[in-house]
């Protein structure tokens, strides 16, 4: 078994996470002709957790056909996603600063969920989990989103924001994975890898 995995995802939080578990690992990394983008697309009535988990796939899929076209050697594959619902209502990344505003608006004083699914493959083995946490927003005042929108922050966040960033000051009260909601949950991640000899 390779001492090393490959990290399918261009996000620095989840490099840093893997790193602080002590996990080698390797990017694997979309081509440019990849659309990525379009994986990310929630289908009607789609629910976040039957969401966030079918979006882990479709990634590990397009990460395995990478390895296999790239003829690099055989490791283990990691590939996560993280959503924000509030209800059944999906908050993807914002498509630019006017839907960040909305978003942050929508979630100011109330709980929401952060879903992160998180699977690791080979060519013939596949696992996954889910990490489902709550947090709550305290009350923002139209001035107080608009300073962290202008920030640059929620830009390629799901919910528009970054809870280890400026935003955990918005943050009144969280219960679950605090590195889930970063975008990789260390417990699920730690017990996915044992299963694979990492």
Known sequence: ????????????????????????????????????????????????????????????????RRLKRRGLPAAPILCSDTTVALGRKIYGKPTDPADATRMLTELSSKTHRVLTAVAVATARKRQQALSESRVRFAALTPEQIQAYVDSGEPMGKAGAYAVQGRAAAFISHLSGSYSGIMGLPMFETAQLLRLFGQ
């Open 1 to 64: 078994m390779p001492d090393f995995i490959y990290l399918a995802s261009q996000s620095p939080r989840r490099r840093q996470l893997l790193e602080q578990l002590g996990v080698r690992h390797e990017l694997l990394l979309p081509d440019a002709d990849e659309d990525t983008e379009a994986l990310e697309l929630v289908l009607p009535n789609e629910a976040p957790a039957a969401y966030v988990k079918r979006v882990t796939q479709l990634k590990l899929d397009a990460a395995l």
